[in-house]
């Protein structure tokens, strides 16, 4: 798909913003989410924990290193993981969103979850400001209709397949026209009950080879045409371990290049292990960007 070079600046120029919990955020400047992962499975070992202490301790990281949402997630969705069934991620939820409330009630908090039932209780119950669904509503036909009634911002990512059959040799005949026509019709539905906050995840490691994220990130500026946030997660994924033969714990430098990568592709959120380092990176992208 082409972009008209044109268009492409007037999309740029146009400030995107999201209504979280009554209160504006503007996007204007790229934004960091700190993961929270409230699961013992998580691909990188570095950011779990279950204990009160332990996530009591990684908020108080996430914040102080200058992240401006937290991500929870308490249901891992790597390759092939064992999903936590429904009443198992509420009972880690209850428990990490209880803490955030006890030690951080301003933060602004997003809960990763593919199930509608979930993200009720997650809002319902805690006041949780943001959705984000790995599978835009393939699985649980009832989440669009759940983020209408909820009113809050909905990332929905692009996955080919389930977590547990993603990258059993993903193939696509046209890789980025699937995406967009994927995002299209996803969006259209969400328009059409009424949902305009709605985020962009073109989805780096699921159901894609290394190749496949590459290319997605080399035309990652193709998205802008939907004029809607985008928000990149490629914090120690596989893309970035596998090419450059280590492991998820060494690749921090290779996650801080290819976040700079997708900024100047014109990412709005970065979702990352590694606050601190990605917070530098985006003001060192701020300050390469003010006017002269």
Sequence with gaps: MQINRTKKMELKSIPHSLQVNGQLVELSSPKVMGI???????????????TEMGIAQRVEQIISEG??????????????????DQDEEMARLRKG????????????????????????????????????DISAGEMDDKMFDTIARLKVP???????????????????????????????????????????????????????TVAHNFEILKYMEELQNF???????????????????????????????????????????????DVKECVEAVKIYNTMNKPL
């Design 67 to 84: 992240a401006d949402f937290i991500d929870v997630g308490a249901c891992s969705t790597r390759p092939n993981a064992p999903l936590a």
């Design 154 to 208: 909905y990332i929905m990512m692009h996955m080919k397949g389930t977590p547990q059959t993603m990258q059993q040799a993903p193939h696509y005949e046209h890789l980025r026209a699937e995406i967009t026509q994927y995002f299209a019709r996803k969006t259209y539905a969400l328009y059409e009950r009424g949902v305009n906050d709605i985020i962009l995840d073109p989805g780096f490691g699921f159901g894609k």
């Design 36 to 50: 929270l992962n409230i699961t013992p499975d998580s691909f990188y070992s570095g950011c779990r924990t279950e």
């Design 227 to 273: 004029n809607l946030p985008i928000l990149v997660g490629v914090s120690r994924k596989s893309m970035i371990y596998k090419t450059l033969g280590i492991t998820p714990e060494d690749s921090l430098n290779g996650t801080t290049a290819v976040n700079v990568i997708a900024l100047m592709k014109g990412a709005n959120i970065l979702r990352v292990h």
């Design 97 to 132: 969103l209880s803490v955030i409330q006890r030690i951080a009630p301003e933060a602004v908090i997003s809960v990763d979850t593919f199930r509608s039932d979930v993200a009720t209780m997650c809002v319902e119950e805690f006041g949780v400001g943001i959705i984000n």
